[in-house]
Structure formats: structure tokens, C-alpha cells
């Protein structure tokens, strides 16, 4: 009967032990597994991810310095050359001007005798074409000696606005132009007012 417990136990012990060695290699892969999918895993999301992103991504260092100096100078731009500001005019005014990259949905250049104090403007014609140097006169019969003139690049509902008021003949004035569409302005003073 010992003898019998013996083998009985021995066998207890093998099995237990295969039991064991069985658990302990499926053990050894899943750790293996593990050791190679975390640091792959981790390994693509710390390095390789952004990496594909940040080549993906627009930044500022991946353009051309040129590239952004180009899209800086093609802001609209529209100059009143003469006469400078401050100068003296006589009634009939002639001002030169130059307009260069003057947005499509902008299209229409506008001289314009601004009046802030009572918030209304006076377009003046002709209407000018964008892109370009230009001269224009016209003739300002204000009552005040110190007036505004402005160059404005406007869009189609503006222009329309514009064009209506000058073939209706109206002598009002039109209400201010939003400065977000003036290029530039300067203050001249009338001779003689």
C-alpha cells in the first residue's frame, strides 16, 4: 500500500509538474507577446505617429521663407501718392494713387470724401480698376475747409450700393464705408476756406 501511495503521489507530482511547466511556457509567450507589442505599440504612438502628422500638418517650417513673404505681400494695398497729407487743395482735386493685389471679392476701387463727425461719405467718380496706378479728379463742394479722402476696395454689394447712388443723383451723403475695406486716407485742407 505504500508502495501503491508512492506511485500514486510520484504521479501526482509529474502531473503537477507538467501542470506547471504547461502554465509556465504559456506564461513565457504571453510575456514574450507583451514585451514586444508595448514597446512596438509605444513605439509607434510616441514617434512614428507624429511624425506622419507633423509632415502632414501645415506649419510655418514647412513652407519656404519666400512662400509666406509671397502671401504676406499679397495683402490689398492702395496708396494715395499725392498730394500728402495735410496739404492744400483748391476745390477741384487731383489725386494720384496706386492699388496693387486687391482681392477678387473686392474688386472695385473707390476715392470717397469720408466726414466722420456726421458718419456719412461722398464717393467720388470715376470708379477706379484695381491693380494699378491712377489719377482722378473731382470737385469738393463741402462746407468744411479739412475733409477726408479715402481709397476703398469694395465688394459687388457695396459697388451697387455706390453706382445707384450716383445715378439717382442723390447730394446726400452715403453712409460711412466699414473701414475694414479702406486702403488708405489722408486729410487735405481747401485754399482760400
Not at 507624429?50 to 512662400?67: D, E, H, M, S, V
Request: charged share 20%.
Amino acid at each position: 500500500m505504500d508502495r501503491k501511495k508512492n506511485i500514486q503521489d510520484e504521479m501526482a507530482g509529474i502531473v503537477r509538474a507538467a501542470k506547471i511547466s504547461s502554465n509556465h511556457s504559456a506564461l513565457k509567450k504571453f510575456c514574450r507577446r507583451q514585451t514586444f507589442y508595448i514597446p512596438a505599440i509605444t513605439l509607434i504612438l510616441i514617434v512614428i505617429v507624429p511624425l506622419l502628422f507633423g509632415r502632414l500638418a501645415p506649419t510655418q517650417n514647412n513652407y519656404p521663407k519666400n512662400l509666406l513673404q509671397n502671401e504676406i505681400s499679397r495683402q490689398p494695398v492702395g496708396r494715395i501718392v499725392t498730394p500728402s497729407n495735410g496739404a492744400s487743395t483748391p476745390r477741384e482735386v487731383t489725386i494720384t494713387c496706386f492699388t496693387k493685389n486687391v482681392p477678387f471679392d473686392r474688386p472695385f476701387i473707390w476715392a470717397i470724401v469720408d466726414v466722420p463727425s456726421i458718419g456719412l461719405c461722398w464717393p467720388k467718380k470715376p470708379k477706379i480698376k484695381p491693380d494699378g496706378n491712377f489719377q482722378i479728379r473731382f470737385y469738393e463742394g463741402g462746407p468744411n475747409k479739412d475733409f477726408n479722402v479715402s481709397l476703398y476696395a469694395v465688394g459687388y454689394g457695396l459697388n451697387k450700393i455706390i453706382d445707384q447712388w450716383h445715378k439717382n443723383g442723390i447730394f446726400g451723403g452715403l453712409p460711412m464705408i466699414p473701414s475694414k475695406y479702406k486702403l488708405d486716407s489722408i486729410t487735405l485742407s481747401l485754399n482760400g476756406a
